[in-house]
């Protein structure tokens, strides 16, 4: 398994200001991911970040709003940037440790509110 | 294109009494499936998963799941429901050609155990 660290667990933020939110992973792992859960509903899988290259992003997120990074096998951070009150989510990090057949582990999450 | 559906928003039972959360999925090929658990204010904790094999798998907390190839169903099943089982259950699928490991969740189950 995987232990993982994710900052800040809440925040509260002012329309139109931006939050990076952090995610430590206590081993190396191949495979990083950004979702969202919107008030009352499922996760929504917004990018794979990428060691040492450019976030893939699913359809309906783009990297302005969303920027991503992951220097390492352990760590990456989310943006969300120019917030509204739509962006209101929490905001889950989740790591799986190798290519294949294994299962995914999710951090604690960080839940947004923008007003 | 993978899917995955929960029809049940909410599942209610008596403490003691069998549970089961109901999920059936779309997906070419032999599908990766998996079961998740949401508490509150927490993040997901993974239940179980079937991957190739004995179609019924165990998992967690005494939680098991029946994959049903004819029926392209995932059922969780629990024979004794406790009243901490209360929270937020995900049906998620992946799909083994995809090498990255994204998962595709259900819209979620709230189950309820009344003492």
């Known amino acids: 398994s995987a232990v993982i660290s994710q900052k800040p667990s809440r925040d509260i933020c002012q329309r139109g200001t931006s939050l990076t939110i952090q995610c430590q992973v206590d081993?190396?792992?191949?495979?990083m991911f950004w979702y969202r859960q919107q008030p009352g509903q499922s996760l929504t899988l917004i990018a794979t970040?990428?060691?040492?290259?450019?976030?893939?992003?699913e359809s309906g997120f783009v990297i302005d709003k969303f920027p991503i990074s992951r220097p390492n096998l352990t760590f990456s951070t989310l943006t969300v940037s120019n917030m509204s009150p739509e962006d209101s989510s929490i905001y889950l990090c989740?790591?799986?440790?190798?290519?294949?057949?294994?299962?995914?582990?999710f951090g604690q999450g960080t839940r947004l509110t923008v007003v | 294109a993978q899917s995955v559906a929960q029809p049940e928003d909410q599942v209610n039972v008596a403490e003691g009494n069998p549970l089961t959360v109901k999920c059936t999925y779309s997906?070419?090929?032999?599908?990766?499936l998996f079961w998740y658990v949401q508490y509150p204010n927490r993040g997901l904790q993974f239940l179980l998963k079937?991957?190739?094999?004995?179609?019924l798998v165990k998992g967690s907390y005494g939680f098991e799941a029946e994959f049903n190839k004819s029926q392209t169903s995932f059922h969780l099943k629990k024979p004794s429901a406790l009243v901490s089982d209360s929270a937020l259950y995900f049906c998620?699928?992946?799909?083994?050609?995809?090498?990255?490991?994204?998962?595709?969740f259900g819209a979620g189950t709230q189950v309820v155990v009344t003492p």
């Open positions: 997906v070419s090929g032999n599908p990766y």
């Open positions: 081993s190396q792992v191949t495979m």
């Open positions: 989740s790591v799986a440790l190798l290519v294949g057949d294994t299962e995914a582990f």
């Open positions: 079937y991957i190739t094999g004995d179609n």
């Open positions: 998620a699928v992946r799909d083994p050609t995809d090498s990255w490991g994204k998962l595709q």
């Open positions: 970040a990428n060691q040492g290259s450019e976030a893939t992003y």
